[in-house]
């Protein structure tokens, strides 16, 4: 889950630097609240907490607004 905030964080820099790709500008708000939630859900699982399960459900559910809004134009 490091690995994915990681990723998260690093999708966000390349969305918003529009020399990389061009994506809308509120696909940055998707990757963000995604790098939040893996980030959440990796102390929460790291850590044995009982909001963790909490945590990687709404990173479940970033993921899935994400690629909804990915082929929404589709």
Same mark, same amino acid.
């Given at each position: 889950? %490091?690995?994915?905030?990681? !990723?998260?964080?690093?999708?966000? @820099?390349?969305?918003?630097?529009?020399?990389?790709?061009?994506?809308? /500008?509120?696909?940055?708000?998707?990757?963000?609240?995604? %790098?939040?939630?893996?980030? !959440?859900?990796?102390?929460?699982? @790291?850590?044995?907490?009982?909001?963790?399960?909490?945590?990687?459900? /709404?990173?479940?559910?970033?993921?899935?607004?994400?690629? %909804?809004?990915?082929?929404?134009?589709?």
């Amino acid at each position: 889950m %490091a690995w994915l905030t990681l !990723a998260g964080v690093l999708n966000t @820099w390349v969305i918003v630097d529009k020399s990389v790709v061009y994506l809308p /500008s509120y696909f940055a708000i998707f990757t963000i609240a995604y %790098a939040i939630s893996a980030a !959440a859900a990796t102390v929460g699982l @790291w850590r044995m907490k009982p909001w963790a399960l909490t945590a990687f459900r /709404s990173w479940e559910a970033s993921c899935l607004a994400l690629m %909804a809004a990915f082929f929404s134009p589709f």
